[in-house]
């Protein structure tokens, strides 16, 4: 048996290829052979759900997630109360579209209180697990990098994650780990452990040096410092199987052809997963 | 009692007016009632360590610590040994310069291992600790924000300096806490409290959204997220009644006429601080 990782489970994260619509990342994947997507729900919006749902089971491809639900913490009640509309909206459209992963992107404070901020998070995700369970739709809380802290997730630490998550069982809420988000963290193979049985989602990328832009700044595995393999194993030896979603934000790679991007993607999965 | 912090504790940590040399710097601190000064190695190496010592001493200025020693990983025996060299004429600077506190960014990894990494600046202090101690020198471990774990220090937690000084007397090894490395932290308060006694500075800037460079991106206190005087009363109750350093780095700061940017920061110190 390979060292690598699995062909059957690599999955292509809209978001790396910025540049295409829907359409033609579905189509890049059947040609690519890659068999997962994950969906982003702004691609989704331009052409609606329905087409969107036709598209991709027409070509055969797997969803292995919709990006995404969260960004909780609100200064309203009334605010508040839209956005956990809204993730009721992602949840059903999770369901249409057949994958039953859910990516929650946590959101930041609405001012300083950051303690307010991270139990806003706690009760969003309360408010949502009896509606998400009964579309048959896990809650996956992807802790973002502390750099992310002040304008996209006060969750910054698998350790958070992991304390939330537990307040359910593993079908109702679970983790991702995205190891640009947490391979820098001294406690982070304690946490995979911790998370075994609900992981539901692994992401992968890299930690280049120096990262060219605090958001679209991230590297194709192997061209960081990031110690992939090493983090993919632990997921494993956690009992996550599913599929591999690579996620790399990065405006270089979005001003490649599409194609190219999805073959460089295959050959450094193999190579450093 | 004023809940503000004492103008006596205000510190100018030198790479916040990087525009200035030394001398310009000590000037302006004595022109604008500063107290206390933090120097930088780069700064003192311009024009030696003699003359430094003696403009810092007849300006009646104090020095509440030398930035910085640490850097500790390295990809082989002679450079590691090259790197504690340069540590200890770091220690006999800062005691030559009458602080009792030497600053360590410990350094990040000369490869993708971050464990080895880690080890390495654990036997880089152990190396140093006898040195530094025979010179009424203390170490202090500045835990940097998680995005600088792959160029500047791979310490980037209050739990992991605390759990490597724990090692040691406070008297040897303490640590700096920084709010804009560690506010995110969501066991920072606990951290604190784990320090008290041990807490050898206190460095304030804010996070400011969006951070402008990864680098040169800090801000003024209050003009970011932090809950910077939240975090000052708990290294207050931890013992710490010391020098308060502003250190900013900030290009827009340091393309200002440096008495400007000494104003901004004793209002913004007592406002915010």
């Known amino acids: 048996m390979s060292d690598g990782p699995l062909l059957k489970n690599l999955s292509l994260n809209q978001i790396t290829t ?17 068999p997962w997507i994950s ?24 969803v292995s997630s919709l990006c995404r639900g969260g960004m909780f913490p609100a200064a309203t009640a009334k605010e508040r109360q839209v956005k956990i509309d809204d993730n009721k909206r992602a949840i059903e459209e999770a369901a249409e579209l057949g994958t039953d992963t859910l990516v929650l992107v946590c959101g930041p404070g609405p001012d300083r209180d950051i303690d307010a901020a991270r139990s806003s998070v706690e009760n969003g995700i ?4 009896p509606f998400a369970e009964s579309h048959g739709v896990k809650l ?31 079908q109702q809420v679970g983790v991702v780990v995205d190891v640009f988000h947490v391979w820098w ?16 989602g692994f992401h992968v990328s890299d930690w280049i040096v120096p990262v060219p832009d605090m958001f679209k700044g991230r590297g194709m595995m192997g061209d960081g410092v990031i110690e992939i393999r090493r983090i993919r194993k632990a997921v494993e030896a956690a009992g996550y199987h599913g599929p591999i979603e690579v996620e790399i934000i990065n405006q270089s790679l979005w001003d490649q052809p599409g194609d190219d991007v999805l073959k460089k993607i295959k050959e450094s999965y193999l190579k450093h997963v």
């Open 39 to 62: 969906l982003w729900r702004h691609k989704i919006e331009e052409i609606g759900l329905a087409e969107s749902k036709r598209i991709v089971t027409d070509a055969g491809l797997k």
């Open 140 to 170: 996956a809380i992807e802790p973002l990098h502390p750099m992310y802290a002040a304008d996209r997730s006060v969750i910054v630490t698998l350790d958070q994650a992991n304390t939330i998550a537990e307040q359910y069982t593993p």
């Open 126 to 129: 309360e408010a949502l697990v």
């Open 18 to 34: 910025e540049q295409w619509n829907l359409r033609e990342a579905v189509e890049g994947c059947v040609r690519k052979e890659i």
């Open 185 to 200: 963290d001294p406690d982070l193979y304690n946490q995979i452990t911790r998370a075994s049985g609900r992981i539901h």
